[in-house]
């Protein structure tokens, strides 16, 4: 007699297929931690207002893909600021953040991952404000006028810590003193004067002006976009002759590449790469790409 051992093997398969798919009912959290060494800003620290913060943040995970990190400031009273949150998809990472201290006295600055399994990893240290910090001088620019980039009589390329503006032929000589780029498109039907600066990531500055592909120095500017919901006011714009509304204008977590939909009236705070923060009010924009763009100007000494 012939004998079949087909439905045996067949459940046997069916169970190891069943023990190899079997989700893992305790995946392992990530972890992150931050690194250490001269360059970083230590635990405990007490710092200038305006002064330089320096983060060195690691994290793994070996169960799922990281797929968020967010930064945040908590004051002793419990209020909550973040000042970064930002989402990628990575088994593991080391970044370095910069920030700089702004005034409030104390803040437990967190550092938070979490995974696809929406598992989290948190660590924290602690920052103290620097009693003896003054506000700062600024410079202060009144009127001044940018070309968009069929513009043939006003520049393009602005230096913030001068004033001085540049067309493209000089701008290219000098790509280390360039922090602010002017154009203008239409963006979803509506009419775009833009501010941006030769580091804008991701997006199309090079269409407007190819040569920035070739410069050895990209200068980042960062543009917080949040005047439609948090407008500076006109009036404490026009009192500001320190950086103290400089610094508390600005919001790291709206900083974009770039400020779109610029209009007369609007006050753009701004950082650049060198951690120089400023506003611009805009005075008049042209919706024509041969146009130009007047506005005034603050920024850090």
Not at 103 to 118: H, I, K, Y
Not at 210 to 236: F, G, L, N
Not at 260 to 273: E, R, Y
Request: include cysteine; proline fraction near 6%; aromatic fraction near 12%.
């Amino acid at each position: 007699m012939k004998t079949h051992f087909y439905p045996l093997t067949f459940l046997v398969v069916l169970l190891l297929l069943s023990f190899g798919c079997k989700k893992d009912e305790n995946p392992s959290p990530p972890s992150i931690s931050l690194l250490t060494g001269t360059a970083y800003t230590p635990d405990k620290s007490v710092i200038l207002v305006g002064g330089r913060i320096y983060f060195g943040i690691q994290a793994s995970d070996p169960s799922a893909n990281i797929t968020n990190l967010v930064i945040k400031k908590i004051m002793p009273n419990g209020t909550v600021k973040v000042v970064l949150d930002s989402g990628l998809n990575s088994s593991g990472f080391s970044v370095n953040e910069t920030f700089f201290q702004s005034v409030e006295e104390e803040a437990r600055w967190t550092f938070q991952v979490m995974d696809r399994n929406r598992q989290f990893a948190t660590t924290s240290l602690t920052l103290f404000k620097d009693p003896n910090s003054t506000w700062g001088g600024i410079f202060e620019y009144p009127n001044l006028i940018m070309g968009y980039q069929n513009n043939t009589q006003y520049g393009q390329f602005c230096c913030p810590a001068t004033g001085k503006i540049y067309n493209v032929d000089s701008a290219n000589l000098y790509p280390e003193l360039i922090d602010i780029v002017t154009y203008f498109y239409v963006d979803d039907n509506i009419p775009s004067p833009t501010f941006s600066s030769p580091g804008e990531l991701g997006g199309g500055i090079t269409e407007y002006y190819p040569s920035i592909d070739s410069w050895a120095t990209k200068h980042y500017t960062k543009w917080d976009v949040s005047v439609d919901t948090d407008p500076v006011p006109i009036s404490a714009y026009n009192a500001c002759h320190n950086d103290s509304l400089l610094i508390l204008a600005y919001d790291d977590v709206w900083g974009k590449r770039k400020f779109k939909w610029a209009d007369p009236g609007d006050i753009l705070p701004f950082m650049t790469a060198g951690g120089k923060k400023g506003l611009i009010r805009v005075i008049s924009a042209d919706h024509d790409a041969a146009g130009k763009i007047t506005f005034s100007m603050k920024i850090q000494q």
